[in-house]
């Protein structure tokens, strides 16, 4: 058994590693982000970037509000 208290304080991880951490997030973000915008532009039929780009917006918004819930 572990002889030694509970620490009572926590340390931060170091800046690399914190930094690492923004990475790999934003690897994620950008498939989630990458394929809801597919999705939207392949129901709605949409043939250039900037039709539609209100309800793209929107969409992307409900998507990333879901995904940081």
Same mark, same amino acid.
């Given at each position: 058994?572990? @002889? @030694? /208290? /509970? @620490?009572?304080h926590y340390l #931060? /991880? /170091?800046l690399p590693r914190r930094m690492a951490c923004w990475f790999y997030e934003g690897? +994620? !973000? =950008?498939? %989630? %982000? $990458?394929?809801?915008? &597919? !999705? =939207?532009? #392949? +129901?709605?039929q949409t043939r250039h970037a900037l039709d539609n780009r209100w309800g793209q917006q929107a969409f992307l918004f409900l998507i990333l509000g879901? &995904? $940081?819930t």
């Open positions: 058994m572990n @002889s @030694s /208290p /509970p @620490s009572d #931060a /991880p /170091p690897i +994620l !973000l =950008f498939g %989630v %982000v $990458f394929i809801a915008d &597919y !999705l =939207f532009s #392949a +129901l709605t879901i &995904y $940081f």
